[in-house]
């Protein structure tokens, strides 16, 4: 985990790892954004648009959110869900190395107002980026919309995420993410709101978990700071402290170098 402390319930960490950088059972689709239309737009009534425009703003309120921008009210991001997931359509070209090509898909749980394509979007910058774990030119990554993957990455709330989480004995206490099996599971308030070393650039600590998350599924365990001044790595668990260490949210600098730490047990 990466922003947050793990607790076992009777588990192994082998199982999974829970964290607060920021698998389980198939969930059933439930439907992604429409294509757009190609056709020339015309005019909409100020009826229309009026609508349009009030559900955007419930569809923020759900999401805990208000305006792109704009900090959440924490007390209006929901803390349980359905348990169901609509999955990003679409798909994404292959990035990184190809020794070692993971397929993944997007999902995020249904009610929370945040559209599937916008997470989508971030995840695959995320992945894509010269500093991620594409790095050692050898994994790569590519986004896919159906069939089979090697590996999910689903928004969701507290409530959901400690249900999936806790089936492989983790205990996520309503506030870290994990990875179990195949599943990331991000928390939706870290990924709303980051951490208080994060507060003021949500953008870069939603890296932390993707990378944090998908770290672990790549097989890394938790590291600790390598000493004061230097960056923190991306396996370690920043929520718990940085312990000297400065903010980093990704596993190689911009030359290419990893950025490591002791590992920590």
């Known amino acids: 985990m990466l922003a947050g402390g793990l607790a076992l319930k009777g588990g192994t960490e082998s199982a999974g790892h829970s964290t607060g950088s920021a698998d389980a059972s198939s969930v059933t689709e439930t439907g992604g954004p429409r294509a757009a239309r190609k056709d020339s737009p015309t005019p909409e009534p100020e009826k229309e648009k009026d609508e349009k425009e009030k559900q955007g703003e419930k569809d923020a309120d759900a ?5 792109a921008g ?8 929901p803390s349980s869900g359905p348990g169901t997931f609509a999955t990003a359509d679409g798909g994404g070209d292959r990035v990184g190395g190809s020794a070692r090509t993971l397929t993944y898909v997007v999902q995020v749980e249904d009610g929370i107002g945040i559209p599937a394509r916008d997470v989508a979007t971030e995840v695959e910058r995320i992945l894509a980026d010269e500093r991620g774990w594409t790095a050692d030119g050898k994994v790569g990554f590519r986004r896919v919309s159906g069939g089979s993957s090697d590996f999910r990455v689903r928004l969701a709330t507290a409530g959901t995420v400690d249900d999936i989480c806790g089936q492989y004995g983790l205990d996520t206490g309503g506030e870290v993410n994990c990875n179990v099996g195949q599943d990331v599971m991000v928390n939706l308030k870290r990924w709303l709101l980051a951490t208080q070393y994060y507060a003021d650039d949500v953008t870069s600590y939603r890296a932390l978990i993707i990378n944090h998350e998908v770290g672990h599924f790549l097989g890394h365990g938790h590291e600790g700071c390598p000493g004061a001044g230097r960056p923190a790595p991306v396996m370690m668990q920043q929520i718990k402290g940085l312990h000297g260490c400065r903010t980093n949210v990704w596993p190689y600098d911009a030359d290419g170098r990893p950025i490591t730490g002791p590992a920590v047990g």
């Open 70 to 77: 704009e900090r959440p009210d924490p007390d209006s991001i």
């Open 63 to 67: 999401g805990g959110g208000k305006r």
